[in-house]
């Protein structure tokens, strides 16, 4: 990894109010790093309440084509919780198999059909994030990608915004670029 992500996400978690708990010979890896957006995108977002099947249901984060994706998401997020609600974190093989989800991660192997994934959520309450070039263009909400050797993100607003979702302020000043909208 080079030096550059390690300085996102010390700022990330800085800006976020976590500690970052690492050593010089612990650095992260880009999966680890996504882990860590992915887990505090999903602290500062707001669903609404009819996209969990009762009050104290787990916010279930769905990951789509990447099983080390998942495995790392889980190992950021266990035992963690955002607001009252625990983390999970649940395989997603098709668009069939997105229920009771409230975010979506699509990954490299499932990156042809992410525009698929993002039709057969109709417009519903999940938060989706990828790494595929135009993701925004094909309704996804959070895209990373590589600006100036660092990881960064993109959202698109109008996506976000159509799916009842509101993003926190303190995730919309870190985006790099914020489609439909003026940056707040």
Request: avoid cysteine.
């Amino acid at each position: 990894m080079n030096k550059g992500v390690a300085i996102v996400l010390v700022l990330l978690f800085g800006l976020f109010g976590d500690a970052a708990h690492r050593t010089d010979a612990q650095i992260a890896s880009p999966r680890e790093v996504k882990a860590a957006f992915m887990y505090n995108f999903a602290r500062f977002t707001e669903w609404p309440i009819d996209a969990f099947v009762s009050e104290s249901a787990a916010l279930v984060i769905g990951v789509a084509g990447d099983e080390a994706q998942r495995r790392n998401v889980d190992d950021v997020i266990r035992g963690k919780f955002a607001g009252i609600r625990p983390l999970k974190t649940r395989s997603v093989k098709n668009p069939n198999d997105m229920a009771s989800i409230q975010m979506l991660y699509i990954g490299d192997t499932a990156a042809s059909r992410a525009e698929e994934f993002v039709q057969a959520l109709n417009g519903g309450p999940v938060l989706t994030v990828s790494q595929v070039d135009g993701f925004v263009d094909k309704g996804g909400m959070i895209n990373f990608l590589i600006a100036d050797n660092r990881l960064r993100f993109e959202i698109g607003w109008v996506a976000t915004e159509q799916s009842r979702l509101k993003v926190s302020s303190r995730v919309l000043t870190l985006a790099l670029i914020l489609h439909g909208t003026s940056k707040p």
